[in-house]
């Protein structure tokens, strides 16, 4: 039961990671496309990402207050974190070779579509480490909204008033971003459920 704990509690913490980080490009890109619909959705944005938060937030106090201690961690587990911190630090060097690589030929719209590419990538190896499966939809997704972006949108089209390989990226990956927090969210919630029951009928 501890090393499940464990777990929710990094399911919870990936969560509210996606939650956040979807929440701040998508409220970038909409205020750079600055339509009035686009400025509409600001609210909803902030609605949904203010209601994943609250929930990873109690989901993880809720895990933290139940009865009994986390052990240290096992080697096992200590070995899952050394390959993530193997694949954080590919993923950095991805983006210190790509970016520059595209500033420096004079194509700075393709930056954001490639970094997106890049974090769906690297989410194909985590659903490995961490056990996951949905982070496999999660990370193709993610490389075909990049794709998309880059076959649909020609260098210089617009989406409003921005650039669309700017922010169309971000329009497509927030709302996939949300899905798969709230999915871990749920696993979480179900973990905190079934130790109750378990510790009400012992």
Known sequence: MPASRRRIIGLAAAALWLTSAAAAFLTWSL???????ARQLLFVTTGVAAALIGIGVLVIRAVLRLPGTIPAR????????????YVVGAEVVAFLLVNPACAFAGRPELIVPLDVAIVGVHFLPLAKIFRVPRYYPLGLLFCGVAMLTLLLFPEH????????????????CAPVAWVIAGANLSEAGRFVREFRSVEATG
């Open 31 to 37: 205020w750079m496309i600055g339509t009035p619909a």
């Open 157 to 172: 089209a617009q989406t409003g008033h921005a650039i669309a390989r700017y922010v169309v990226p971000a329009l497509g």
């Open 74 to 85: 096992t080697p096992e587990e200590r070995a899952v974190f050394r390959s993530f911190g």
